[in-house]
């Protein structure tokens, strides 16, 4: 799973909308919905602040399944 598609489960289990989330990053929701969306890359900077509005810690947002074992 992609860091955009992780904020968007966080973010709808949290029953937050992307409205709620842009107005705190201080950003147009239309920019925020792109990064959801995969159009536009999450910077890590913002990505932080994303991390501190849905109450996570950061490590959250990344997949940890990079790496398979081959056994």
């Known amino acids: 799973m ?3 598609d ?3 489960l966080i973010r709808l ?3 937050i909308t992307q409205k709620q989330v842009a107005a ?3 950003i147009p929701v239309q920019t925020y919905n792109g990064y959801e969306l ?3 890359k999450i910077h890590v900077e913002l990505l932080k602040e994303i991390a501190i509005v849905l109450d996570e810690p ?3 947002l990344f997949n940890y ?3 398979k074992s081959k056994k």
Do not use: A, E, F
Request: net charge positive; charged share 30%.
């Open 13 to 15: 289990s949290k029953g």
């Open 24 to 26: 705190q990053l201080k």
């Open 6 to 8: 992780t904020v968007r």
């Open 58 to 60: 950061i490590h959250i």
């Open 65 to 67: 399944t990079l790496y």
């Open 2 to 4: 992609k860091v955009n």
């Open 38 to 40: 995969g159009r536009r």
